[in-house]
């Protein structure tokens, strides 16, 4: 009997479900669960903007299992700072903050991250919680819940009746702490003081630092010595890049556009260890990017969303994706990239739905690409050799496990 397209589908979907994965890219209160939102939300007292949780799209799609690939609630780039303005009213206290931790890390085990990088802002969240209250919580959940992990996995290798599809990698998390562009110089400096500090402390989670944040505010400029601090302190860095559009060459006087050019340029010229996004980026410039192999943390649903890529096409993601400017480039050439979810609360996304949209929008993307997209973006983690040593021989190990689709 010949397989219908759904079966394929969902061969497809189980098989990229079950794989393990390396998420680079994600930012913890964008990573909070819609339910928790609104739970916090109520029990705070604390009024979420109607519009950002309205559904826009109503999809006429009645494909069960691509369902999941229509945006049916899209996000600008405006709607999710908006909603990254009321997140933290929602999280205020050291229980909030615990919880999403918490469900943040479960959300990426239960989809087969075995290893993630998590970063965020660290915030003073009321009177009494210094940042650097908010960063120990993080790592203390997230030391804790790698130590679960190990149990379960240790429990899980020697049961009997633990089965293929049941089975997965222990969850290792490593932390990066965020400079919000948006923010003072002051502050970025006082969280480039805490990576530092956290840094140093023996067996530390903390393995680099971030600067992300609106990128219409402020310039990356402000923010380098604090960056290059961290980085002279041993820490790797990561720079968010090219979200907005950039002048396609030095003649052009738009000076929006010139900024931006000058801000992608200055970036490059840092050399940071990784680019987030790199999206907006013309030729001129996706040539020079080519020349440095800075890898790039690629986050597809997001970036569908924040481009508006999938509104005139009744919020499809798969044919929002084909019209990502720079992916087809990459994955022709070879680029390194690591696939990430950069907000999965905001964007209604999960590691899973990431790599299956990938498989579905680009051509010639197979199981086997994946798999090596997933290898490859091993050696772009922050932690140590070790580390990165030891996941890759253990995801090796799984993926020959696996039956090919
Ligand atoms: C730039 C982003 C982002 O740090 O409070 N952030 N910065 N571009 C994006 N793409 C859409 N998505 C998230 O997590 C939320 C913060 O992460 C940054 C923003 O600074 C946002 O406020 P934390 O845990």
Not at 127 to 150: A, D, G, H, N, P
């Amino acid at each position: 009997m010949t397989k219908s397209k759904e079966d394929d589908d969902k061969e497809l979907y189980q098989f990229v479900a079950s794989m393990p994965k390396v998420e680079l890219h994600a930012h913890l209160n964008g990573c909070i669960r819609e339910e928790t939102l609104f739970d916090l939300a109520r029990q705070k007292n604390v009024e979420l903007p109607a519009k950002l949780f309205s559904l826009d799209h109503h999809t006429n799609n009645d494909d069960h299992v691509n369902s999941f690939m229509y945006n049916v609630k899209p996000r600008s780039l405006t709607d999710c700072f908006d909603m990254f303005a009321v997140i933290p009213k929602c999280v205020n206290d050291l229980a909030s903050l615990e919880r999403i931790t918490r469900e943040a890390l479960q959300d990426f085990a239960n989809h087969h991250v075995a290893y993630l990088e998590l970063r965020s802002t660290p915030k003073r969240i009321n009177q009494s919680l210094s940042k650097r209250q908010y960063v120990e919580t993080i790592l203390r959940v997230m030391k804790e819940f790698q130590e679960v992990e190990e149990e379960r996995y240790q429990q899980q290798s020697t049961s009997t009746s633990s089965t293929e599809t049941t089975t997965r990698l222990p969850m290792k998390c490593r932390f990066l702490v965020s400079i919000d562009r948006s923010g003072s110089v002051h502050e970025a400096q006082e969280n480039a003081d805490l990576a530092i500090e956290f840094s140093q402390q023996p067996n530390s989670l903390v393995v680099g630092m971030d600067i992300g944040g609106n990128p219409t505010k402020n310039d990356f400029t402000d923010f380098k010595p604090a960056l290059s601090r961290a980085r002279k302190a041993g820490l790797k860095t990561t720079v968010h890049c090219g979200e907005v559009p950039v002048a396609a060459g030095p003649d052009d006087t738009d000076p929006r556009l010139a900024k931006a050019r000058d801000e992608v340029l200055a970036i490059f010229e840092f050399r940071p260890d990784r680019l987030g996004h790199a999206l907006l980026l013309p030729e001129s410039l996706r040539n020079e990017l080519t020349t440095l192999q800075v890898p790039v943390e690629s986050c597809p649903t997001s970036n569908v969303m924040t481009l508006e890529l999938a509104k005139h096409m009744g919020g499809d993601l798969i044919h929002g994706l084909r019209q990502h400017p720079q992916l087809q480039y990459w994955l022709d050439d070879n680029y390194p990239i690591s696939i990430g979810t950069d907000d999965p609360g905001v964007f209604n996304t999960d590691a899973t739905q990431e790599l299956v949209l990938l498989a579905k929008a680009q051509e010639g993307v197979t199981t086997e690409t994946l798999k090596r997209i997933v290898l490859d973006s091993v050696n772009h983690a922050f932690c140590n050799v070790e580390l990165k040593d030891q996941m890759k021989q253990l995801m090796g190990e799984f993926f020959a496990t696996m039956e090919q689709v």
